[in-house]
């Protein structure tokens, strides 16, 4: 994992053919402008995560911290992997080392992942690297077509997480 600095992501990005240009280089800007006044406001702690293939290193995605309460020590976590990129558990690797980073040597003392209920993949992720399901919190978010959905949190607390080997 690498942290996000401006331009790294869009050049990333660009490398991948099967993007649409246009989209993917307004939404990469936006994600980078963001990024630098989230990190400044102590938001969210973004970071790319590459992969390291035969013929170099490629961009597989993006995972952070986000929704950081200082005062609480307490972090959601977020991820997206290119679809050429899933199932191959990178998604799982990554979401453990932001996990340890943030528990281990940032001091956060509870990370949560709150999940539509439908994403299987991404509450197994989350079993996988060491989150526990906790419970679902019922008509908790408004999709764009206006239902009302539950989600599933899951979370990581310093009590219960095992400090990764480096
Ligand atoms: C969620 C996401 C990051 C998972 O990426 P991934 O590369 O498949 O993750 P991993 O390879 O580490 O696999 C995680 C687990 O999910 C399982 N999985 C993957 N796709 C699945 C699917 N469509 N249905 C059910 N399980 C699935 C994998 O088999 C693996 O479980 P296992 O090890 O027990 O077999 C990816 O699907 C994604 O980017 N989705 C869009 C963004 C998103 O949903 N973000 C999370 C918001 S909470």
Same mark, same amino acid.
């Given at each position: 994992?690498?942290? @996000?600095?401006?331009?790294?992501?869009?050049?990333?990005? @660009?490398?991948?053919?099967?993007?649409?240009?246009?989209?993917?280089?307004?939404?990469?800007?936006?994600?980078?402008?963001?990024?630098?006044?989230? @990190?400044?406001?102590?938001?969210?702690?973004?970071?790319?995560?590459?992969?390291?293939?035969?013929?170099?290193?490629?961009?597989?995605?993006?995972?952070?911290?986000?929704?950081?309460?200082?005062?609480?020590?307490?972090?959601?976590?977020?991820?997206?992997?290119?679809?050429?990129?899933?199932?191959?558990?990178?998604?799982?690797?990554?979401?453990?080392?932001?996990?340890?980073?943030?528990?281990?040597?940032?001091?956060?003392? $509870?990370?949560?992942?709150?999940?539509?209920?439908?994403?299987?993949?991404?509450?197994?992720?989350?079993?996988?690297?060491?989150?526990? $399901?906790?419970?679902?919190?019922?008509?908790?978010?408004? $999709?764009?077509?206006?239902?009302?959905?539950?989600?599933?949190?899951?979370?990581?607390?310093?009590?219960?997480?095992?400090?990764?080997?480096?």
């Amino acid at each position: 994992m690498h942290p @996000l600095e401006s331009g790294t992501l869009i050049t990333c990005l @660009l490398r991948f053919k099967g993007f649409g240009f246009v989209f993917f280089l307004l939404h990469a800007q936006n994600f980078v402008d963001r990024t630098q006044e989230s @990190l400044e406001l102590e938001r969210e702690l973004p970071f790319v995560i590459s992969f390291d293939a035969a013929d170099g290193m490629r961009f597989a995605g993006v995972v952070s911290l986000h929704t950081i309460n200082t005062h609480n020590h307490c972090a959601e976590i977020g991820y997206w992997m290119h679809p050429s990129m899933r199932g191959q558990g990178i998604a799982t690797t990554a979401a453990k080392m932001i996990t340890n980073l943030g528990i281990t040597s940032i001091g956060f003392r $509870r990370i949560e992942g709150v999940v539509d209920t439908d994403n299987i993949a991404s509450q197994k992720l989350l079993i996988k690297a060491g989150f526990e $399901r906790e419970g679902v919190l019922k008509k908790k978010v408004t $999709r764009e077509d206006g239902s009302q959905i539950d989600m599933v949190v899951l979370a990581a607390t310093s009590d219960t997480w095992k400090e990764m080997e480096s």
